[in-house]
């Protein structure tokens, strides 16, 4: 089974800049994933495409194995100018048609005949939507979520990010939402990443209907051998360069800086609880701060100053995915207040017992069992989430790790990378049997 992956704009083999722009949890799926499903089928090949860049480090060898798997091939194509960056919203049109025309060059000069073409966000969607259609044999087509235009656009104009006009602008909505909807139309299986964002589907794009039966869940995963129990001396060390003693409850925020991931909700949430905080010993980390900070990391630095929140906040720059599992380990509480389609970090924070808070409107509702496993609110409601970090706070050391215990167990008994790989390994031989 030869399969065709791409996003354009995603770089598998860079999980060592997690964090950075266009560096979050899709690049983890497009790593871990296609792993898994080699060990599910040894006879499964895989390719995927994505944009090649002149400054790249990794361009010198723009077709390798990715991570030295010999079932999995990483190969970059031009998409778009090489010797410049484009953002990720503006590939739609011409640059995915010219990487499209690469990718058929490409499988001409190999003599390749994909059975699948499976499209990750709406960039692959695209791209695999243009090939299906060139290519004389049609293959079947999937569609990975992992963002979607109308619900990115929706949540801005919530937080007050901009105008309809300033955010049609800086990401390009109604082209990429136009492109979505196109994609969705032709698509064979579309596989949104949770149960809300299946909702969201059906709800506001015209190309998806209710009860569509192309649409299947299929959640992100996690590889318990990428986040073994840290050594013992990982939480004090960690503690002691934080700065903080054992005695101080650690709350850890290890979301990238961005207006998306919901810090300054939980900015609104602490300052609405100052009074409560000042009785014991709190304090918050905001992990993947930007160094530059950029101008959101600048305004949520105002907040912090103008609410006089600084004795309990801190800040880290971004750490190689290595670290995390430190952070988490000197961690004593997870705040994740986003809307995340499927938040990986969830499921790092879960294998390592530690309890956590998550959005109602995130996978966090497929996931984990409020008040047994986790904790549920409404991110956008201060109050709600300010009563979560109370929660957490005052709950003892006892009670939270049973909750963290919980977690652990939830995650271990379904949402390994093993266990999605043969998920979606089912679909793909139940298309191939149609």
Not at 41 to 51: A, G, N, S
Not at 72 to 97: H, N
Not at 355 to 366: R, T
């Given at each position: 089974?030869?399969?065709?992956?791409?996003?354009?704009?995603c770089?598998?083999?860079?999980?060592?800049?997690?964090?950075?722009?266009?560096?979050?949890?899709?690049?983890?799926?497009m790593?871990?994933?296609?792993?898994?499903?080699?060990?599910?089928d040894?006879?499964?090949?895989i390719?995927?495409?994505?944009?090649?860049?002149?400054d790249d480090?990794?361009?010198?060898?723009?077709?390798?194995?990715?991570?030295?798997?010999?079932?999995?091939?990483?190969?970059?194509?031009?998409?778009?100018?090489?010797d410049?960056?484009?953002?990720?919203?503006?590939?739609?049109?011409?640059?995915i048609a010219?990487?499209?025309?690469h990718i058929?060059?490409?499988?001409?000069?190999?003599?390749l005949?994909y059975?699948?073409?499976?499209?990750?966000?709406?960039?692959g969607w695209?791209?695999?939507?243009?090939l299906?259609?060139?290519?004389?044999h049609?293959?079947?087509?999937?569609?990975?979520?992992?963002?979607?235009?109308?619900?990115?656009?929706?949540?801005?104009?919530?937080?007050?990010?901009?105008?309809?006009?300033?955010l049609?602008?800086r990401?390009n909505?109604?082209?990429?939402?136009?492109?979505?909807?196109?994609?969705?139309?032709?698509?064979?299986?579309?596989l949104?990443?949770?149960?809300?964002?299946a909702?969201?589907?059906?709800?506001?794009?015209?190309?998806?209907?209710?009860?569509?039966?192309?649409?299947?869940?299929?959640?992100?995963?996690?590889?318990?051998?990428?986040?073994?129990?840290?050594?013992?001396?990982?939480?004090?060390?960690?503690?002691?360069?934080?700065?903080?003693?054992?005695?101080?409850?650690?709350?850890?925020?290890?979301s990238?800086?961005?207006p998306?991931?919901?810090?300054?909700s939980?900015?609104?949430a602490?300052?609405?609880?100052?009074?409560r905080?000042?009785?014991?010993n709190?304090r918050?980390?905001?992990?993947a701060?930007?160094?530059?900070?950029?101008?959101?990391?600048?305004?949520?630095?105002?907040?912090?100053?103008?609410?006089?929140?600084?004795r309990w906040?801190?800040?880290h720059?971004?750490v190689?995915h290595?670290?995390m599992g430190?952070?988490?380990?000197?961690?004593?509480?997870?705040?994740?207040?986003?809307q995340?389609?499927?938040?990986?970090?969830?499921?790092?924070?879960?294998?390592?017992?530690?309890?956590?808070?998550?959005s109602?409107?995130?996978?966090?509702v497929?996931?984990?069992t409020?008040?047994?496993?986790?904790l549920?609110?409404?991110?956008?409601?201060p109050?709600a989430?300010?009563e979560?970090?109370?929660?957490?706070?005052?709950?003892?050391?006892?009670?939270?790790?049973?909750?963290?215990?919980?977690?652990?167990?939830?995650?271990?008994?379904?949402?390994?990378?093993?266990?999605v790989?043969?998920?979606?390994?089912?679909?793909?031989?139940?298309m191939?049997?149609?």
């Amino acid at each position: 089974m030869h399969i065709l992956w791409t996003s354009p704009h995603c770089r598998p083999d860079w999980l060592g800049r997690l964090g950075e722009e266009s560096q979050g949890g899709q690049t983890v799926v497009m790593n871990r994933l296609p792993h898994a499903l080699a060990r599910a089928d040894p006879r499964l090949r895989i390719d995927i495409f994505t944009r090649l860049q002149a400054d790249d480090p990794r361009a010198d060898q723009p077709v390798k194995f990715l991570d030295g798997d010999p079932q999995v091939r990483l190969i970059r194509l031009p998409c778009g100018p090489t010797d410049r960056y484009v953002p990720k919203e503006f590939l739609y049109g011409e640059p995915i048609a010219e990487f499209v025309g690469h990718i058929l060059a490409f499988a001409a000069r190999e003599g390749l005949r994909y059975e699948l073409l499976h499209g990750h966000y709406a960039d692959g969607w695209e791209a695999v939507t243009r090939l299906k259609a060139l290519w004389p044999h049609h293959p079947p087509t999937l569609l990975t979520t992992h963002s979607l235009g109308r619900r990115k656009r929706a949540d801005g104009l919530e937080r007050g990010e901009g105008t309809e006009e300033n955010l049609d602008e800086r990401y390009n909505f109604p082209v990429r939402i136009d492109s979505e909807e196109r994609s969705l139309a032709a698509a064979d299986r579309i596989l949104p990443l949770s149960t809300p964002e299946a909702a969201f589907l059906t709800a506001h794009y015209r190309s998806v209907r209710s009860g569509d039966p192309r649409v299947t869940v299929i959640p992100n995963g996690i590889d318990p051998d990428d986040f073994p129990p840290p050594p013992p001396e990982a939480r004090p060390q960690l503690r002691w360069e934080l700065g903080v003693d054992e005695g101080t409850f650690l709350l850890l925020i290890p979301s990238r800086v961005d207006p998306r991931k919901g810090q300054e909700s939980l900015l609104r949430a602490l300052r609405r609880v100052r009074e409560r905080l000042a009785e014991g010993n709190f304090r918050a980390l905001f992990l993947a701060w930007p160094d530059p900070p950029t101008p959101y990391a600048e305004r949520l630095g105002r907040m912090i100053v103008e609410a006089d929140l600084g004795r309990w906040v801190m800040t880290h720059p971004p750490v190689p995915h290595e670290r995390m599992g430190s952070f988490f380990a000197a961690a004593d509480g997870v705040a994740l207040p986003s809307q995340e389609y499927f938040s990986i970090a969830m499921l790092e924070a879960m294998l390592l017992a530690r309890p956590l808070i998550a959005s109602l409107h995130s996978s966090g509702v497929d996931v984990i069992t409020d008040g047994v496993d986790g904790l549920l609110v409404d991110h956008n409601d201060p109050t709600a989430l300010a009563e979560a970090v109370l929660r957490l706070l005052e709950m003892g050391p006892d009670a939270r790790r049973e909750m963290g215990r919980r977690a652990r167990k939830r995650v271990l008994e379904g949402y390994t990378w093993d266990q999605v790989a043969n998920c979606l390994l089912r679909i793909y031989r139940e298309m191939l049997a149609l």
